[in-house]
């Protein structure tokens, strides 16, 4: 899972990354489009996976992982309305977007407006997607009568899709408010739209904020929290920063001080499958241990070819069973003597906590 953090300048959104990602090198990018990201791949905190671990002794044990980008401030400056080129090439992958906004006072900048500054980074992708969509059908319509066959119909589903993108964003409303068909779905693929990622909005409130977080979290979901895949919570980085650098006792302490409970990066990860849809399923063995992360709703042939594409071209059945009940009855072996592990077909869906088995041929 990959996700990249976006905001203003002066939001805090570097703060927000070092919080949850316990970085103590990670600078602030103020030449907006012209620094590099700050990059950090963190461990999906899963006590299931550490169990597992102890319990088989495998060669190795793999944790599923979040990345982190996070690149300079978009807008703000009077510039050109959108998000620079030289910043899509990082964000253009991410999975999903962290936009941060000020929830705090600043000497230069004044009192916050959350939801004035979470409605701009909203627009900035807007202008963003809405250039994408008309450079590329201008030159949809130059071509489209020049190619036949395959090339033309995948051509008139793409040109439909933006057709039917464009008025969205004219409207304000991101690519993922706009229903497409499968065909018309994949022909954009490609393009990486910014308003079709699923958007956290975080707001960023001072140590003697964070009465309010709760209140201006809930003011921002209002104003922009109607979009499918968008969430709004709030978030205090300096607070957390300090703590992400803390351990032991000492991080307990100042969690149990500030009334947190847990760690930013914990519970950010927690927003963020919520936020995807995600959940994970577990593989375990003398030579691995392994979390993997899959789209809630998969099959059990998605789930193999999230392993390998061999997997699932090749899926016979696979033999599930429950983390707890697996626990109980430490291990797969004593398990399937008191016929507790299920043998599942290409129809079942995936749970969170399946610990798995694929049986397969090619």
């Known amino acids: 899972m990959e996700i990249a953090l976006l905001g203003l300048p002066k939001s805090g959104k570097t703060t927000i990354f070092n919080a949850l990602t316990g970085s103590t090198a990670a600078t602030s990018a103020f030449a907006s489009g012209k620094a590099e990201p700050n990059i950090a791949i963190v461990k ?20 599923a992982t979040v990345k982190y980008v996070d690149v300079a401030g978009i807008g703000g400056d009077g510039s050109e309305h959108g998000v620079p080129e030289a910043l899509l090439q990082h964000v253009g992958k991410s999975d999903a977007l962290i936009a941060v906004v000020r929830g705090f006072s600043d000497d230069m900048q004044g009192a916050p407006n959350p939801v004035s500054d979470a409605e701009s980074i909203h627009m900035e992708m807007v202008f963003s997607d809405m250039a994408k969509v008309e450079n590329r059908l201008a030159r949809i319509d130059k071509s489209i009568g020049k190619i036949t066959g395959r090339e033309k119909d995948m051509m008139v589903h793409e040109k439909d899709a933006l057709e039917k993108i464009k008025p969205a964003l004219e409207s304000n409303l991101p690519v993922r408010s706009v229903e497409l068909s499968e065909e018309e779905g994949k022909s954009i693929r490609g393009f990486q739209f910014l308003t079709a990622k699923p958007t956290l ?3 960023n409130v001072g140590e003697d904020g964070m009465a309010d977080g709760p209140s201006l979290a809930a003011k921002v979901r209002e104003a922009v929290g109607g979009y499918p895949g968008t969430m709004a919570e709030w978030f205090a980085g300096e607070v957390e920063m300090e703590i992400a650098r803390l351990d032991g006792d000492d991080r307990t302490m100042f969690l149990s001080e500030y009334g947190l409970e847990s760690p930013a990066g914990e519970r950010m990860i927690r927003l963020s499958y919520d936020l995807l849809g995600y959940i994970s399923f577990l593989t375990a063995g003398a030579d691995e241990v392994r979390a993997w992360t899959i789209i809630k709703g998969s099959s059990a042939p998605q789930a193999a070819g999230v392993i390998h594409s061999d997997f699932e071209r090749g899926f016979i ?3 599930v069973i429950g983390f707890d009940c697996l626990m109980e009855y430490n291990g797969f072996a004593n398990a399937k003597k008191a016929g507790k592990v299920r043998l599942e077909g290409k129809s079942y869906i995936m749970s969170d906590g399946d610990v798995v088995n694929f049986l397969f041929s090619v």
């Open 317 to 319: 059945r696979a033999e």
């Open 201 to 203: 909005y975080i707001v």
């Open 44 to 63: 999906v905190p899963d006590e299931r996976v550490g169990k597992l671990s102890e319990m088989y002794t495998p060669k190795k044990t793999t944790y």
